[in-house]
């Protein structure tokens, strides 16, 4: 979603738990979902464990896959500071409770990068995208429209995908984020591509 900047704080929460869970995860649970990677060429050095997801990129509706059950309790801190934080900061034209409509894992190797791009569609210029960092090192850096930030573990941040986005894993580990995309139903959103309702 489209606002006036490049990131913005959340909050943050204890990652340890959610590391816990990804240090044992099997190599085979990241191989599962290829789909992001071959339809999105941006993201083809990245790997992705679905928990709430659809690959029609719909807005509404969301399916919750079974990996869900198993994550569900180390994000659901996060995802409490995220409710709360858009319930003190009422959103203009915001009618209702929110609902996430995408939550994923998303593990980009050592070395690895995701190019530049902007994240289109219905339901992507609609949510608010949010990234926890898992695991992360110095020398893992994000850029939105040419501010570069590292984001340390367990901040939570909403980064602004409407604008080029880019990150570089100069660091000698996977870094591996949760995203999630959270809607606030009749959002009003300033687009760049014009006037949006989420």
């Known amino acids: 979603m489209y606002f006036d900047g490049e990131y913005r704080l959340i909050g943050s929460a204890d990652p340890a738990s959610a590391q816990a869970a990804v240090a044992v995860m099997g190599e085979e649970a990241w191989r599962v979902e290829t789909g992001r990677q071959q339809v999105y060429r941006a993201h083809a ?27 569900q309790p180390l994000l659901e801190p996060v995802m409490d500071i995220v409710r709360d934080f858009y319930a003190r900061n009422p959103r203009p034209g915001a009618t209702g409770p929110g609902y996430f409509q995408r939550i994923i894992l998303v593990r980009l190797a050592a070395g690895g990068s995701i190019g530049s791009h902007r994240d289109n ?78």
Do not use: C
């Not at 659809?54 to 869900?68: N, V, Y």
């Not at 984001?151 to 080029?164: D, M, S, T, V």
């Open 45 to 71: 050095q990245t790997e992705t464990v679905v928990l709430i997801f659809d690959p029609d990129m719909r807005h509404t509706d969301a399916t919750i896959q079974p990996s869900f059950a198993q994550f």
């Open 121 to 198: 569609g219905a339901s992507l210029s609609r949510a608010h995208r949010i990234h926890f960092p898992i695991v992360t090192a110095p020398g893992v850096d994000f850029a939105i429209a040419g501010v570069i930030r590292h984001l340390a573990a367990g901040e939570i941040w909403e980064i602004n995908n409407r604008k080029p986005h880019a990150v570089r894993n100069q660091s000698r580990q996977a870094r591996i984020h949760a995203i999630l995309d959270y809607v606030l139903p009749g959002e009003i959103v300033e687009d760049p591509d014009g006037r949006l309702v989420a």
